[in-house]
């Protein structure tokens, strides 16, 4: 995994469980509860990448293989260390592990009204496949998002 000056990105392990619940309650509001996180963290099929540095997880970014989908289900950088890279750095890192486990195309749904996380799938190669309305539970809707993985995503 690659090293940072600050840190490094390394695969997340069922111990890292506490510290993803953690920056999941600060960035996304508490997707999972403890217990799921330790699942996603040791079911396998299951790619969990995090950046750390020496006082904790600051990003990370999961997913699950599905025959040749690669199924990303979070990704999340600390409210304060965001516009630094990490958020893009990860989420290729996630594509790049999905490719070489066999991922032909990944996929992912984003609130619509998500600019920053919009923008960010659309940079890395994402487009907008369909929506689901009122998807959400305050009525958004969900942007269902493809990319194909090519020989390097
Ligand atoms: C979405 C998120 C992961 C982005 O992480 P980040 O580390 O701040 O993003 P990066 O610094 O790597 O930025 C990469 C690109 O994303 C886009 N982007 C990121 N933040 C943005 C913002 N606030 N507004 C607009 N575009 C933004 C830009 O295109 C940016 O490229 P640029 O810096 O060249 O303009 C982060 O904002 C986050 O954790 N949000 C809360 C959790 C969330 O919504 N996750 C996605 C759920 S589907």
């Known amino acids: 995994m690659s090293e940072a000056a600050s840190g490094s990105v390394r695969a997340l392990r069922a ?9 999941d309650q600060a960035a996304l509001g508490g997707l999972w509860s403890l217990a799921q996180w330790q699942r996603e963290l040791s079911e396998p099929g299951r790619i969990g990448l995090g950046h750390v540095e020496h006082h904790g997880l600051i990003a990370l970014a999961c997913g699950w293989l599905v025959v040749d989908e690669l199924h990303i289900t979070a990704v999340a950088v600390a409210p304060e260390r965001r516009r630094q890279g990490h958020g893009r750095q990860l989420l290729v890192a996630l594509m790049e592990e999905g490719r070489a486990s066999g991922a032909r195309h990944a996929t992912l749904e984003v609130a619509s009204h998500n600019r920053a996380a919009v923008s960010l799938y659309q940079d890395c190669g994402f487009q907008t496949a369909g929506c689901r309305r009122n998807y959400y539970s305050d009525g958004g809707d969900a942007l269902i998002q493809w990319c194909r993985l090519g020989s390097s995503a």
């Not at 111990?15 to 920056?23: E, F, G, P, S, V």
């Open 15 to 23: 111990t890292d469980a506490a510290a993803c619940h953690q920056l």
